[in-house]
C-alpha cells in the first residue's frame, strides 16, 4: 500500500520483504572520541577474537585524507590512518574498526531485525575490548539502485516529484541528474540527507560505498545522522540505529510506488 502522509513524522508502515530488492548496501556507523591503541596490532586483537567466528576474514587498510585550501600549497595530506577490516567467509558482511569509530556494512541485507541484531554483537565487541569514552555521532545510510529492465521501468517505479526531470518526455536526452535533500525529522537530534538522481556508466556518488556498473542507473541513497551520549551504551546506540531505520524505510516507502513492491517481488 502507497504511503501517503509525511514520511519523517508519521509512524511507518511493517517492514515489506522483497523477493529481489534492488538494495546495493547498507551501512551503519558510530563514532567516538579517537583511540590511538587501535592503530596497533596487540590492541585490536581482542576485538577480533569476539568476533572471529561471525567474521574470520582480517585485512589491514591504510587510509589518508587530502585537504584542499586556499593557501599556496594548494592541499595537504593527512597521515595515513589505520583501518582493519573483518568479513564473513563470503564477504557480504563486513566490520570496519579505526581509531574513532566502528561501522557494519552488507550487500546481503534481509531483515532490519537481523542487521539490528549482527549490529548489537560488533557494538558489544567494540564495548567490552576498546572502552570508547562515548557515542560521538551515529550513522545509517542505505542505498538502492535501479539498473538494466528494472531502469527501463523506473517511470511506473518511483513517485514523479522524486524523479523530477526523468519523469518527463526529455527523459532520453538526460545524461546524468542529481538531486540532494537534507530532512530534519521527528527526533530533533536526527536529520535525514536523501540523494536521488540517475548516473550514467561507471559513475558513483560515493566510492567508498558502493562500486560503479557498466550501465545507466538510478540511485536512492538515505542517510540518517546525528545524536550524541555521554556513555557508550550498546543497548542506546542500537534503538537509536532502529528508529533510524525506521524512518528511513518510511521515506523509502513513501518514495516507491505499489508497482516497486509487485515488480521486486513482494513476499506474502
Not at 534492488?22 to 577480533?48: G, N, S, T
Not at 532490519?112 to 569514552?133: E, G
Not at 527523459?171 to 540532494?180: F, K, P, R
Amino acid at each position: 500500500m502507497k504511503v501517503t502522509g509525511n514520511p519523517l513524522v508519521d509512524v511507518g508502515p511493517k517492514e515489506v520483504l522483497l523477493a529481489r530488492p534492488p538494495l546495493a548496501r547498507v551501512i551503519a556507523q558510530a563514532r567516538f572520541p579517537e583511540i590511538l591503541a587501535v592503530e596497533k596490532r596487540d590492541f585490536v586483537a581482542r576485538f577480533q577474537e569476539a568476533l572471529r567466528t561471525d567474521y574470520p576474514v582480517l585485512r589491514e587498510e591504510k587510509t589518508q585524507s587530502i585537504f584542499f585550501s586556499r593557501t599556496a600549497a594548494g592541499r595537504a595530506a593527512s597521515a595515513p590512518h589505520t583501518a582493519w577490516r573483518f568479513c564473513d567467509r563470503d564477504e557480504s558482511w563486513r566490520v570496519s574498526l579505526a581509531s574513532d569509530f566502528v561501522a557494519l556494512e552488507t550487500d546481503s541485507y534481509t531483515s532490519q531485525a537481523d542487521f539490528m541484531k549482527r549490529l548489537a554483537a560488533v557494538l558489544r565487541a567494540a564495548k567490552d575490548t576498546l572502552a570508547p569514552a562515548r557515542v560521538d555521532r551515529l550513522g545509517l545510510r542505505y542505498i538502492d539502485r535501479i539498473v538494466g529492465q528494472d531502469f527501463e521501468l523506473i517511470q511506473t517505479l518511483v513517485r514523479p516529484e522524486v524523479l523530477g526531470l526523468i519523469a518527463t518526455n526529455t527523459s532520453e536526452n538526460v545524461v546524468h541528474t542529481l538531486a540532494e535533500t537534507l530532512f530534519k525529522s521527528d527526533n530533533p537530534s536526527c536529520f535525514v540527507l536523501m540523494r536521488t538522481g540517475m548516473l550514467p556508466p561507471n559513475a558513483v556518488v560515493d566510492l567508498t560505498a558502493i562500486d560503479p556498473v557498466p550501465e545507466r542507473s538510478w540511485i536512492l541513497d538515505l542517510d540518517a545522522f546525528g545524536d550524541q551520549a555521554p556513555e557508550f551504551d550498546v543497548d542506546w546506540v542500537v534503538k537509536q540505529i532502529d528508529q533510524y531505520a525506521s524512518r528511513i524505510y518510511a521515506i523509502f516507502r513513501w518514495v516507491v510506488t505499489d508497482q516497486f513492491l509487485a515488480h521486486f517481488g513482494e513476499k506474502e
